[in-house]
T-cell receptor, first 112, second 116 residues
Framework: QKEVEQNSGPLSVPEGAIASLNCTYSDRGSQSFFWYRQYSGKSPELIMF????GDKEDGRFTAQLNKASQYVSLLIRDSQPSDSATYLCAVRLDTGRRALTFGSGTRLQVQP | EAQVTQNPRYLITVTGKKLTVTCSQNMNHEYMSWYRQDPGLGLRQIYYSMNVEVTDKGDVPEGYKVSRKEKRNFPLILESPSPNQTSLYFC???????????????FGAGSRLTVL
């Protein structure tokens, strides 16, 4: 079982809709959760991070964390074509051995 | 400008010819790491460093070496490259600690390596 799992997609949504991206993780000791966006051929860039159960909002983005169910999600409201990218979920394990373990990413396509 | 700089950005080489990919950060970050990214496999960690002279293996260290003699630099060395090391490589750095915002990785622009 992979430590961090994401559906590879593509997830296709129309412009203006809400895109929902999901991620599950296997280690119950995980402490910190990150969402990165990666455009094709570019480096990942941080969207937001979340540490506590519940929702965290930043502009059009909302991260949701449920530690009991071991999932974290990212909602993108009012999706724009410029949001079309691969979204990487990353989890920090509690071992201190390494910073982040990444999922393989979900490709999002926002249709104009 | 705060950044992580990798060089070269693109490299085509042949099997067995030693090469080094340099990485430098100007943010005084303690933590640095190398990842490779392959289609369908996501980002996989090669090596990481918690601070100067402290390095450790990640998930896929075979065929690679690193060193951390200075805080700002973390070169990746391929002593005898093979075709299965053809990949997109990212260097990343972060502050390290238990406080909010720690462990947020800043990535370099990436180095695309082809081994023939």
């Amino acid at each position: 079982q992979k430590e961090v799992e994401q559906n590879s997609g593509p997830l296709s949504v129309p412009e203006g809709a809400i895109a929902s991206l999901n991620c599950t993780y296997s280690d119950r000791g995980s402490q910190s959760f990150f969402w990165y966006r990666q455009y094709s051929g570019k480096s990942p860039e941080l969207i937001m991070f979340i540490y506590s159960n519940g929702d965290k909002e930043d502009g059009r983005f909302t991260a949701q964390l449920n530690k009991a169910s071991q999932y974290v999600s990212l909602l993108i409201r009012d999706s724009q074509p410029s949001d079309s990218a691969t979204y990487l979920c990353a989890v920090r394990l509690d071992t201190g051995r390494r910073a982040l373990t990444f999922g393989s990413g979900t490709r999002l396509q926002v249709q104009p | 400008e705060a950044q992580v700089t990798q060089n070269p950005r693109y490299l085509i080489t042949v099997t067995g010819k030693k090469l080094t990919v340099t990485c430098s950060q100007n943010m005084n970050h303690e933590y640095m790491s190398w990842y490779r990214q392959d289609p369908g496999l996501g980002l996989r960690q090669i090596y990481y460093s918690m601070n100067v002279e402290v390095t450790d293996k990640g998930d896929v260290p075979e065929g690679y070496k690193v060193s951390r003699k200075e805080k700002r630099n973390f070169p990746l060395i391929l002593e005898s490259p093979s075709p299965n090391q053809t990949s997109l490589y990212f260097c990343a750095s972060s502050p390290w600690g238990g406080y909010s915002g720690a462990n947020v990785l800043t990535f370099g622009a990436g180095s695309r390596l082809t081994v023939l």
